[in-house]
């Protein structure tokens, strides 16, 4: 999965909570009691628009605008150490448990530009509002 933000940039924490689990780039979080980074359970407080459906290095994608924030949420923006630009893609960047997280709390008018699954990105229109679902995906809004 990949994510990050085109637009703006919300509160973030570098290098400062430890993932419990391995997290991908894009993934939804929240910090538990212990201080651990965790995938965000099923979370509609925050709401964020489609406003295009694209791609990110050939695979589907939306861009989202946050239209509804949830102080408490996160998302893991790992970036991947390369020595050039060319040789920038996070596709498979994974933050392993243990490791240190980049992560950012999404503020209204935030843009997201976001890797979705084939089924999500099929029945995406733009103007569609988004959740957060469980282990910290997006899922449209009911």
């Not at 990050?4 to 570098?14: A, D, I, Q």
């Not at 651990?36 to 979370?43: G, L, R, Y």
């Amino acid at each position: 999965m990949a994510g990050y933000f085109s637009k703006l940039n919300g509160r973030v924490y570098e290098g400062q909570y430890p993932a419990n689990v391995d997290l991908e780039n894009g993934t939804f979080v929240t910090i538990n009691a212990s201080g651990k980074v965790i995938k965000s359970a099923a979370n509609t407080n925050i709401e964020m628009a489609c406003v295009e459906k694209t791609d990110i290095w050939g695979l589907p994608a939306l861009r989202l605008r946050v239209q509804k924030e949830d102080g408490e949420l996160f998302m893991v923006e790992g970036d991947p150490y390369v020595s050039e630009i060319s040789a920038f893609d996070d596709r498979h960047h994974v933050v392993k448990a243990n490791d240190l997280v980049k992560m950012r709390s999404p503020h209204i008018s935030d843009e997201i530009l976001l890797e979705v699954s084939a089924e999500i990105f099929a029945a995406a229109d733009v103007g569609d509002v988004y959740n957060v679902a469980a282990n910290g995906l997006i899922a449209k809004k009911a």
